[in-house]
């Protein structure tokens, strides 16, 4: 696969990626936001509880969506590395046989 090819297939999937956690937060915050107006309204405690414990449960999701965003990035990094390395190992055996070649 090629630099470009990953770069764009990777940019497409973080795009998604990056999409769903937004999405998330705004509903955490608007979830959020409902708990503190309603806790001015001597709110019952069971309800308010429920609430809490679906926004911690969302916290969750975020937290798992935005550890698998950067385990992406960390693979992408290191094939690009990989492919760097690759090619630079690729110029330094066309300069050895160069070299070689010269000699003769």
């Given at each position: 696969?090629?630099?470009?090819?990953?770069?764009?297939?990777?940019?497409?999937?973080?795009?998604?990626?990056?999409?769903?956690?937004?999405?998330?937060?705004?509903?955490?915050?608007?979830?959020?936001?409902?708990?503190?107006?309603?806790?001015?309204?001597?709110?019952?405690?069971?309800?308010?509880?429920?609430?809490?414990?679906?926004?911690?449960?969302?916290?969750?999701?975020?937290?798992?969506?935005?550890?698998?965003?950067?385990?992406?990035?960390?693979?992408?990094?290191?094939?690009?590395d990989g492919?760097?390395?690759?090619?630079?190992?690729?110029?330094?055996?066309?300069?050895?046989?160069?070299?070689?070649?010269?000699?003769?």
């Open positions: 696969m090629s630099k470009d090819t990953i770069q764009s297939v990777s940019a497409a999937t973080m795009t998604t990626d990056i999409e769903a956690l937004t999405n998330d937060l705004a509903r955490l915050d608007a979830l959020l936001a409902k708990t503190k107006s309603n806790e001015e309204e001597d709110m019952d405690v069971a309800e308010l509880l429920k609430q809490l414990e679906s926004a911690e449960g969302m916290a969750g999701e975020v937290e798992t969506k935005v550890d698998g965003i950067l385990a992406k990035l960390d693979g992408i990094i290191q094939e690009m492919q760097e390395q690759a090619e630079i190992e690729s110029g330094a055996d066309a300069k050895v046989d160069s070299d070689a070649q010269t000699k003769s």
